[in-house]
């Protein structure tokens, strides 16, 4: 836990020029080893969307420029960035003069982070920034069923705030088909800081049963005292539905609310074929999910 516990629960100031030696490198493998994921590849792919709304910089004439950087990389890279160094590391640009003109300062700031978290992960970074908000946002997830709306979760009492797997076998369906579900009722903490962290899930399962929505959400719920980044949240869920179902199609999306200014979106799928199409795109904006 040396790696992650760099900066998280420290009193660090914004360094006061650019500075991409505060960036903090977290081997993925320690958040996955638990589980038993020890060949990633061969379960998954996916990747990780981050949103920054507090990315700006000044221009060479003085002029701040500011708006929402979007950053995605693969969850094939060896490691993830540590959110609080990338905070830091955004705020080293803040009064950085880039470009004589905003168009060339952005570029430059594009270029100058994807080069940095690039070389820092040792996969291709995309970056993408956004000044205004498009006329049109896409949603990736429009046909999904929120489970605590459905009738019969009214009358259900819930006790149980520590990830409990065996929820998922319970009352599993005789029949097969295909599931799209999601639920604003994500919560867990920070694995170092313990502060919680907000979010909704989406999942999609198809597969020969299928878990009781009922206990899906009881399951969703047991996630709420416990201590993991929003990566693992989002694997650990997927192993245990692999584990239990064997899905032909699974995907699950974690869409966490922001904190310290950035929100972190890692989705993962069996197969390329079943990623969301826009919110893994660097260039595309996506709708904000009810939590964000």
């Known amino acids: 836990m040396q790696e992650e516990s760099k900066l998280l629960g420290k009193e660090i100031a914004y360094p006061e020029t650019y500075c991409p030696e505060i960036l903090v490198a977290v081997p993925r493998r320690l958040n996955r080893e638990i589980y038993g994921i020890d ?20 221009t060479k004439q003085g002029l701040p420029v500011a708006g929402i950087l979007k950053l995605v990389y693969a969850s094939t890279s060896e490691f993830l960035v ?29 270029a100058t982070v994807a080069r940095d978290l690039s070389a ?114 989002c694997e ?5 539905l692999t584990d239990i179902f064997n899905p032909e199609i699974l995907t699950v999306c974690c869409l966490y609310t922001r904190r310290g200014g950035i929100d972190i979106c890692p989705v993962r799928a069996n197969k390329a074929e079943f990623i969301p199409a826009c919110l893994p795109r660097a260039d595309i904006l996506t709708a904000s999910a009810f939590r964000q």
């Open 39 to 58: 060949r990633p590849d061969s379960l998954f792919c996916g990747y990780d969307s981050w949103h920054c709304y507090e990315a700006s910089f000044l």
């Open 82 to 110: 540590e959110s609080k160094s990338l905070k830091l590391y955004l705020g080293s640009f803040n009064m950085i003069c880039l470009g004589d003109s905003v168009a060339e300062g952005i570029a430059v700031f594009k």
């Open 120 to 233: 820092l992960l040792h996969t291709s970074v995309e970056t993408a920034f956004f000044q205004t908000l498009p006329d049109s946002r896409p949603f990736d997830f429009p046909e999904y069923t929120l489970l605590e709306t459905l009738p019969r979760i009214a009358a259900a009492s819930f006790s149980a705030y520590q990830e409990n797997p065996a929820y998922l076998s319970e009352n599993v369906t005789k029949y097969g088909g295909e599931m799209l579900i999601c639920s604003h009722l994500l919560k867990s903490n920070c694995k170092i800081t313990h502060q919680p962290d907000w979010g909704s899930i989406y999942i999609r399962i198809k597969a020969a049963h299928l878990p009781d929505e009922l206990s899906l959400l009881k399951y969703i719920v047991s996630l709420r005292d416990e201590n993991h980044f929003h990566e693992e949240i």
């Open 236 to 240: 650990m869920t997927f192993k245990r």
